[in-house]
């Protein structure tokens, strides 16, 4: 099954030989010093989180096995699978079933984890009941494995080879990173990305704050490093520096690589100095391995490899039609060769890469029919075994048993509440080419409802725009798939673009039902540009006809909250009579996460408009929801609307270290990260102020006073100017992705910030920000900008060429409830009167 004869080796040369001794025993641990020492002191003093990552075979597992040898307390430790069942968070349950017995008493949250673990019944509370909320309970579970683990704390958390893990445990250690659990050293082990590609928990960690995680590369052996390696290895006492530029030269410096080449020149003998001595690559040391194989051992070796790193001898007797008696022969004739290792539970590869050799060296034919055999041995096994199923039959080149597969092990992790598992199977179906158009359709709707809230986004995106692109597309199928698309694009911060295939969307969708939430996102005026409130109101006649016409309550609940929100935008103050009946309703109070989505949007309307009291009283309903239900993805627009709430409020203390956390550790919602750092411009650009002015930032009218006077010592002006290119970023992503409010309030800060030093300058930037809200219809977002332009008319002394600005804005919120606005326009009429 394996072919032999490939082995290539380079000839010539002859040197004075020198004959080591065997190996005896494994080769030992050189080098990494520096990186053991970081380890040590990183998880002598939890909590820390640590990710440890290379390139295969540069010696993670190695290193680790180092430090927990000397490493007092308990360990915790679980390993990923390269094909894993659909089994959310199954490395980190392993680990936890590693201390069991020694758990103490537990939250009750804990209880969340007791359908998962049927084995620990008798120590883990009772299961709460469940949520109706997929992201809630996604949630508790989260928390419930952080209580579990800081029962089990203090101790050492290892999980190796993250880079095969699910979708559910990378979100976990992504909430460990912010939420750590006193005691806990978590290591976690992984293969860096190829370029251009990532991994779930290299996806995961990058939304975490830097400082949340402490990343340690571990790059190749040096020279000195293979010479020591080599002198204890071939028990050389100076091996000549030839032989090691030879080794570097052909293991590239890679730990495992290096041990197996010196393995081999230990167990052969000869001169290692002769070309034809030192082997190439690890394929040839394998080959040379595989030499003394009869081919029967050779065809279970492949099997085996076909199989994965801990081949079952049970199912490589099916495969091959042997007896389990042959099956163990051929595999300890492999393990006395060098090619397996004793586990301690049975024989497996040293390492996923001489596995990935061996597979390599089976012709490609043998390949595709041992998939194919492996995946009619596991049919049989109950449960099925989807997701390998799965894996062979994609390897096996056969489609339509891939796509049921795929299917059903995507149905089982939305079943088992991992959305993103389900988007990863399901974005595999779509690259089957043959795939029909209704059972691709299907699919597809099957992924936008699993990636909406997942980490498969930018994945999904562009397969649901290919499908779209095809006019045969059926209508019904175009206007949810539609709508999905939309939801996701703003979801990615793509403001424009999802409204509008929100919009395209809307024709095509039959129900009531569907058509009423997706036409009250649309009444949504302060996330896009282009679209006057006319529309917007428009949108929201039409969403209010299909909620009475679906007879849905949660239609009708959803456009309720879209009307206060878009009332509240405008001034209206019938917006307050409607959220104050909301808040009162059963109907809202039975949705939490509705309820603390309306509150927080609620707050931010309060505050556009200018009631900063009814914003704080939004803020901490909405907070106190969040904390209720778990729904960790509105945190970032919690703590961002507490920061907009304290800049209002002259809060500067401490307040640019908040936001500049927040920017850096916000995760999604990257339009409300777009507002964040309009706020962390102003607050540095204020702060400077008030430092040259001598005084105290002391209210939302003086905010409009503070940055006149810029210039003067070294830090402030290095703030302003700071300040100044972050609000230019701003303003250019605000313009690329068409988000309408930190657009006009980047325009308005920038126009502040220059009207001293810079007038003609302020005065573009002023009158863009006028332009883009007269595009909208809402005046009053336009009162700073309005506020710039009389200074710096009033400045040139020609205090007309503002007052058709200063007039718009006084019609514009006549009978309007906006108080913000009217503190500026109080102050234009100071410097331009009517």
């Not at 309970?137 to 494995?145: D, S, T």
């Not at 949504?524 to 917007?536: L, S």
């Not at 706020?679 to 002391?698: H, I, K, P, Q, S």
Request: aromatic share 2%.
């Amino acid at each position: 099954m394996i072919d032999g004869d490939q082995d290539r080796t380079r000839g010539g040369g002859s040197h004075t030989p020198v004959r080591p001794e065997r190996l005896r025993g494994p080769v030992e641990f050189v080098g990494r010093a520096a990186e053991l020492a970081q380890l040590r002191r990183l998880v002598a003093t939890p909590p820390c989180l640590i990710l440890l990552e290379g390139e295969p075979g540069i010696g993670k597992s190695r290193l680790v096995t180092e430090l927990l040898a000397e490493l007092p307390g308990r360990h915790l430790i679980g390993e990923c699978d390269d094909v894993p069942e659909p089994f959310p968070l199954g490395v980190l349950l392993d680990a936890i079933r590693c201390g069991a017995d020694q758990l103490g008493p537990l939250s009750p949250v804990a209880g969340a984890l007791a359908p998962l673990l049927p084995e620990l019944a008798d120590v883990l509370p009772d299961a709460p009941p469940p949520l109706t909320d997929p992201a809630a309970e996604r949630h508790r579970l989260l928390r419930a494995v952080a209580a579990v683990l800081a029962a089990l704390s203090p101790a050492t958390l290892l999980l190796e080879d993250l880079h095969w893990a699910d979708p559910a445990t990378c979100e976990l250690l992504g909430y460990l990173s912010t939420h750590p659990v006193e005691g806990l050293a978590v290591v976690l082990t992984a293969r860096t990305a190829a370029p251009g590609s990532s991994t779930p928990i290299h996806d995961a960690l990058a939304r975490t704050p830097p400082w949340s995680v402490t990343r340690i590369p571990l790059s190749p052996l040096d020279a000195d490093d293979v010479r020591r390696l080599a002198a204890r290895t071939l028990r050389l006492d100076d091996p000549p520096q030839q032989l090691t530029a030879t080794l570097l030269d052909r293991t590239a410096g890679i730990p495992f690589v290096v041990e197996e080449v010196l393995r081999t020149l230990a167990e052969r003998g000869g001169d290692p100095m002769a070309d034809d001595s030192v082997p190439f690559v690890l394929r040839d040391v394998l080959l040379w391995r595989l030499r003394p194989l009869d081919e029967a051992t050779r065809e279970v070796l492949g099997a085996a490899a076909v199989l994965g790193m801990a081949p079952d001898q049970r199912i490589l007797a099916s495969v091959l039609s042997l007896d389990r008696v042959a099956i163990g022969a051929a595999l300890t004739a492999a393990h006395r060769a060098g090619l397996l290792h004793d586990a301690g539970d049975g024989l497996r590869f040293r390492h996923d890469l001489a596995r990935q050799v061996v597979y390599d060296l089976v012709p490609r034919e043998s390949r595709e029919w041992l998939h194919l055999r492996v995946a009619r041995v596991l049919e049989q096994e109950l449960p099925r075994p989807v997701a390998q199923l799965a894996h062979h039959y994609r390897r096996a080149g056969s489609g339509a048993d891939f796509v049921r597969n795929a299917e059903a092990a995507a149905d089982l992790a939305t079943e088992r509440g991992d959305d993103a598992t389900a988007a990863s199977f399901l974005l595999q179906t779509m690259d089957i080419a043959e795939l029909p158009r209704p059972v691709r359709v299907r699919l597809a709707a099957k992924l936008g409802r699993s990636a909406i809230d997942g980490l498969s986004q930018a994945e999904a995106i562009p397969v649901l725009e290919r499908l779209l692109a095809d006019r045969r597309l059926p209508p019904g199928a175009r206007g949810e798939l539609g709508l999905v698309l939309g939801r996701m694009l703003r979801q990615q911060g793509e403001a424009l673009r999802g409204y509008t295939e929100i919009e395209r969307a809307v024709p095509y969708l039959r129900a009531p039902r569907r058509k009423a939430p997706a036409l009250a996102v649309l009444a949504a005026p302060d996330t896009v540009v282009g679209r006057h409130v006319d529309d917007h109101l428009a949108r929201c006649a039409e969403a209010e006809s299909a909620a009475a016409a679906s007879g849905d309550p949660a239609a009708h609940l959803a456009v309720r909250i879209a009307r206060a929100s878009l009332l509240l935008e405008l001034g209206d103050p019938a917006a307050w009579a409607i959220i104050n009946e909301l808040r009162a309703s059963e109907e809202l109070a039975d949705r939490p996460r509705e309820h603390a989505r309306a509150c927080l949007n609620w707050a931010q309307g309060a505050l556009h408009a200018g009631h900063p009291e009814q914003a704080e009283a939004l803020l901490a309903a909405g907070r106190a929801l969040v904390d209720e239900t778990g729904y960790e993805r509105l945190t970032s627009l919690v703590e961002a609307t507490q920061l907009s709430l304290d800049r209002t409020a002259g809060r500067l203390d401490g307040l640019a270290e908040r936001l500049g956390r927040l920017v850096a550790s916000a995760e999604r919602m990257p339009v409300t990260l777009l507002d964040a750092r309009v706020e962390l411009a102003t607050v540095l650009a204020l702060t400077a102020t008030a430092e040259r002015a001598g005084r105290e930032y002391d209210s939302p009218v003086s905010r409009t006073e503070g940055c006149a006077g810029l210039g003067g010592g070294n830090r402030g002006r290095k703030e302003v100017e700071s300040a100044e290119r972050a609000l230019r970023e701003v303003v250019a992503d605000a313009r690329r992705v068409g988000a309408i409010w930190p657009l006009v309030q980047a325009l308005s800060a920038l126009a502040r910030l220059t009207v001293a030093g810079r007038p003609d300058e302020a005065v573009r930037h002023a009158a863009e920000a006028l332009s883009v809200v007269r595009g909208k219809g809402i005046l009053a977002w336009a009162a700073d900008a309005v506020l710039v332009l009389a200074e710096a008319a009033a400045a040139q002394g020609e205090p007309a060429r503002a007052a058709a600005a200063v007039a718009e804005l006084e019609a514009g919120i006549a009978g309007r409830d906006t108080p913000l606005a009217r503190a500026a326009l109080r102050q234009c009429r100071d410097l331009v009167p009517a």
